[in-house]
T-cell receptor, first 113, second 114 residues
Framework: GENVEQHPSTLSVQEGDSAVIKCTYS??????FPWYKQELGKRPQLIID?????GEKKDQRIAVTLNKTAKHFSLHITETQPEDSAVYFC????????????FGKGTLLTVNP | ETGVTQTPRHLVMGMTNKKSLKCEQH?????MYWYKQSAKKPLELMFV???????ENNSVPSRFSPECPNSSHLFLHLHTLQPEDSALYLC?????????????FGPGTRLLVL
């Protein structure tokens, strides 16, 4: 089955700096890669996703890049703010009858004011 | 925030108890999911229902029994649980079960098994 590795497990940055979280996946059939943000005590919420036919996607301060050949994808947050502090999860999914979303272990991002 | 609701939000039970977790979605979705979230572990998919049919059972022990009476409701029946089953149980829904479908999560039920 799919295996998703996520690094780093914790990341601390100063407000205004950029943050990068990286994930690798094992199943070359995976074609959908969402990123979820989970604030303390709250539910995971989708912040951005990318499909396998696209190499990069951007939404304001958040961007995701995908390298299908290397089977890795990354989340980039620019101009970080304290409210960006949360746990971020990457995930990989493949379609078909065995659809399954496999998550990484998460990255605790702390943005220091 | 109210699209997917879960009750109860917190539950403490003994190993011999029987309890049920409830999930309800108001988004008109056709797929619902149960996940387990433990400390320092990835979100683990437990069950998937697509149009009320169970399409995935991710090697979950039989002490967890799901039920999906309709596309809007999902239950997780619990019996003879173990302390290691203590975790946050998250329900999610999506338009259908398929790659590329955004999953919307509920707030979770924090379960403690004594």
């Amino acid at each position: 089955g799919e295996n998703v590795e996520q690094h780093p497990s914790t990341l601390s940055v100063q407000e205004g700096d950029s943050a990068v979280i990286k994930c690798t996946y094992s199943d070359s059939a995976s074609n959908y890669f969402p990123w979820y943000k989970q604030e303390l005590g709250k539910r995971p919420q989708l912040i951005i996703d990318i499909r396998s036919n696209v190499g990069e996607k951007k939404d304001q301060r958040i961007a995701v890049t995908l390298n299908k050949t290397a089977k890795h994808f990354s989340l980039h947050i620019t101009e970080t703010q304290p409210e960006d502090s949360a746990v971020y999860f990457c995930a990989a999914a493949s379609g078909g009858s065995n659809y399954k979303l496999t998550f990484g272990k998460g990255t605790l991002l702390t943005v220091n004011p | 925030e109210t699209g997917v609701t879960q009750t109860p939000r917190h539950l403490v039970m003994g190993m011999t108890n029987k309890k049920s977790l409830k999930c309800e979605q108001h988004l008109g979705h056709n797929a619902m999911y149960w996940y387990k979230q433990s400390a320092k572990k990835p979100l683990e998919l437990m069950f998937v229902y697509n149009f009320k049919e169970q399409t995935e059972n991710n090697s979950v022990p039989s002490r967890f029994s799901p039920e999906c009476p309709n596309s809007s409701h999902l239950f997780l029946h619990l019996h003879t649980l173990q302390p290691e089953d203590s975790a946050l149980y998250l329900c999610a829904s999506s338009h259908r079960a398929g790659s590329g479908e955004t999953q919307y999560f509920g707030p979770g039920t924090r379960l403690l098994v004594l």
